[in-house]
C-alpha cells in the first residue's frame, strides 16, 4: 500500500467517471484501515482521495513569511481601570444567558463609574457587536485603548469603528443616526442654527430620513420654525405631511391650532343634564374637504373605522386634549368615561391617545391607562397604543396608577392578564414599595400543580419582574419560592427560582462597578 495518493489518476477516474473505470485507487494506509469493513463504492473511495490530497497539499504548504506584513504598532496604554473579578463573573453571566438587554444596560453603565471592558472580554463582545449597531455604540466606548486596537486591525470590527468614530462633518458625510444626533445637539444650544442647517438641505433630503429630522425640531420649537414647516404639508409622501403638521399643532401660538380646533368643535358637544346623566354627541363629516389638508388631515386612515371616523378622529389627534377639557369642564377622567360610553369610542379613544402623546399631556396619558382596565373591547384596546402610553408617562404617575390596581389584585389574588401586560408595559425600576406588593400578587396567585394557567402570559410577566424588581429583594423571593415549592406548580417555581437568580446577578453588577481595579 502507498502512503500517497496519485493526484494524477485521480484527476482521470474523475473526469472519466467511476462507471467506466476497471481500476481501483490506493489510498494511504491509515485510511484503507479505517475503511475496513465498511462499504467500498468506487465514488466513496474517489471522494475520500480527493479529500484527502486537498489536506495533504495544505499542510504541506509553507507559511507566509513574517516580513512580509507591516509591523503594528502596540496599544497605547489604557486610561481606564479595567472591572474587576466581581465584573468578569457577571460578564460571564451574562454571556451564558445570552440577555442582549442586560448586556447593553451593564456595558452603559461601566459610562457612569469610568471602568472598562476586561480584555478577555473584548474577543466576545466585538463579536457580538459586530451584529448589533446598538451595542457596539457602547462596546467600543468601553473596550480601551485595547479594543480600540482589535477593531483597527481586525476586518470585520474596523467598520465598527469606523461607524462609531465621529466623521469630521457629520451632518454631510454621517448616517442617519450621526445627523440627527448631530443636529439635535445643535438644536439644544443654538435653535437657529440647527433651523438653517436643515433648511439648507431640506429639499435634498429623502421623504424617508425627513421625518426623524424634523423630529428634532420640536427641542425649543418657535414660530421662527412655522416657514420652514408649513410648506412640508404640501408634500408628497405622508410621514412628511404628518410630521409636518405635528410640529405646527405644537408650536406655540401657531394660528392653524384655534382655527383646526374651531373647525372640530361643533362636531363634538356635551349632552344631558345631572339627572339623565351626560353623554358626548359626535357629527362625523359628510364628505372630504379639500382645505383640511392644511391641518394635515389626510382622505384616509386605516387607524379609524371608516372614512368619516377618520377625518375626525385626525382632527382630534392633534388638539392639545385640554382644549375640550376647558370647553366641557371635565377632567381628563371625565372626558376618557363620555368617550368610552360613547357609540364612537374606537375613534374618540385612538384620538385622544394620539393627541395626549402628541402634546405630551400627562393627566391624559395617566387617564388613558387607568381606561385601558376597563376597556372590553380588544380592537379598541389596542388603538388605545397603551405601550406608547406608557413609554410617555412619567415614573411618579406610573406607579400612581400601578399602586393601587396591584394593591386589589395582591388582597384578592385575582388572576389577571391585563394587570400583566401593564406591569410588562411599565419598562422602568419599580420602587422596593410597588415590587413588594406585585411579589405578594405572584405568591397569591400561585397555581396549583394541576391547575390552567396562562403560562404565555406569566413568561411575559416574570420578565418584567427579572427587569424592574429592586436587585435588594432576592431573599424575598427566596423565601416566597421556599414556601411554594410543595405545592406549586413546577414551571411557577422555575420562573421564581430564574427572578431570585437574576436579581442575585443584578445585585453583583451594582456591587461590581464600586469593586476596586485589578492590580496592573
Not at 243 to 266: E, I
Not at 463 to 473: D, E, G, I, Q, Y
Request: proline content about 6%.
Amino acid at each position: 500500500m502507498s502512503n500517497t495518493i496519485d493526484e494524477a489518476r485521480v484527476e482521470r477516474l474523475s473526469l472519466l467517471g467511476t462507471a467506466q473505470a476497471t481500476d481501483v485507487i490506493a489510498l494511504p494506509v491509515d485510511l484503507e484501515n479505517a475503511l475496513a469493513g465498511q462499504a467500498n463504492a468506487p465514488e466513496h473511495r474517489l471522494m475520500i482521495a480527493l479529500g484527502t490530497a486537498s489536506l495533504m497539499r495544505k499542510a504541506g504548504q509553507l507559511p507566509i513569511a513574517s516580513d512580509a506584513f507591516a509591523a503594528w504598532p502596540v496599544a497605547p496604554p489604557e486610561t481606564l481601570s479595567a472591572l474587576g473579578p466581581l465584573g468578569e463573573q457577571c460578564l460571564r453571566a451574562i454571556l451564558e444567558e445570552e440577555d442582549a438587554e442586560l448586556l447593553s444596560s451593564y456595558i452603559g453603565s461601566l459610562t457612569d463609574r469610568q471602568r472598562r471592558i476586561p480584555a478577555a472580554f473584548l474577543v466576545p463582545l466585538m463579536a457580538l457587536a459586530a451584529n448589533s449597531k446598538a451595542l457596539a455604540q457602547r462596546v467600543l466606548v468601553q473596550a480601551g485603548e485595547r479594543g480600540a486596537w482589535l477593531a483597527k486591525h481586525h476586518p470585520a470590527w474596523g467598520a465598527l469603528l469606523n461607524a462609531d468614530a465621529s466623521t469630521h462633518d457629520p451632518w454631510s458625510t454621517g448616517t442617519l443616526a450621526q445627523r440627527t444626533a448631530h443636529l439635535a445637539q445643535l438644536r439644544k444650544h443654538d435653535p437657529a442654527q440647527a433651523r438653517a442647517l436643515l433648511a439648507a438641505s431640506i429639499k435634498q433630503e429623502s421623504s424617508k430620513d425627513l421625518p426623524a429630522l424634523l423630529h428634532v425640531l420640536r427641542t425649543n420649537l418657535t414660530l421662527d420654525d412655522a416657514p420652514l414647516v408649513e410648506p412640508l404639508l404640501r408634500s408628497k409622501a405622508r410621514d412628511v405631511r404628518a410630521t409636518a403638521a405635528a410640529l405646527l399643532m405644537r408650536m406655540p401660538g401657531h394660528a392653524s391650532q384655534g382655527t383646526l380646533f374651531n373647525l372640530c368643535a361643533p362636531r363634538l358637544e356635551l349632552k344631558g343634564n345631572m339627572i339623565l346623566g351626560r353623554r358626548l354627541e359626535v357629527s362625523l363629516p359628510e364628505a372630504y374637504d379639500g382645505t383640511w389638508a392644511t391641518y394635515g388631515i389626510e382622505p384616509k386612515s386605516a387607524r379609524y373605522p371608516t372614512e368619516r371616523t377618520a377625518w375626525l378622529g385626525q382632527m382630534i389627534a392633534l388638539v392639545h386634549p385640554k382644549h375640550w377639557c376647558d370647553r366641557f369642564d371635565r377632567s381628563e377622567e371625565d372626558l376618557v368615561a363620555l368617550a368610552q360610553k360613547n357609540e364612537f369610542s374606537a375613534m374618540l379613544l385612538a384620538a385622544l391617545a394620539d393627541a395626549a402623546l402628541l402634546h405630551e399631556h400627562q393627566s391624559m396619558i395617566a387617564a388613558l391607562l387607568q381606561a385601558g382596565m376597563t376597556v372590553d373591547d380588544a380592537v379598541v384596546w389596542q388603538n388605545l397604543r397603551l405601550s406608547d402610553l406608557w413609554a410617555g408617562v412619567d415614573a411618579a404617575t406610573a406607579e400612581a396608577i400601578l399602586l393601587p390596581i396591584v394593591d386589589r389584585a395582591a388582597s384578592s389574588g385575582e388572576v389577571s392578564d391585563r394587570i400583566s401586560w401593564l406591569l410588562n408595559g411599565n419598562a422602568r425600576d419599580w420602587s422596593p414599595k410597588l415590587a413588594g406588593r406585585v411579589l405578594d400578587w405572584i405568591e397569591r396567585m400561585a397555581p396549583k400543580r394541576d391547575d390552567a394557567f396562562n403560562w404565555s402570559q406569566a413568561h411575559g410577566l416574570f420578565a418584567a419582574l427579572r427587569r424592574s424588581v429592586p436587585p435588594t429583594l432576592g431573599d424575598r423571593v427566596d423565601v416566597i419560592t421556599a414556601k411554594l415549592r410543595e405545592t406549586t406548580a413546577p414551571a411557577y417555581l422555575k420562573n421564581l427560582e430564574q427572578l431570585a437568580k437574576r436579581l442575585r446577578l443584578r445585585q453583583r453588577m451594582i456591587d461590581s462597578l464600586n469593586e476596586p481595579p485589578p492590580n496592573p
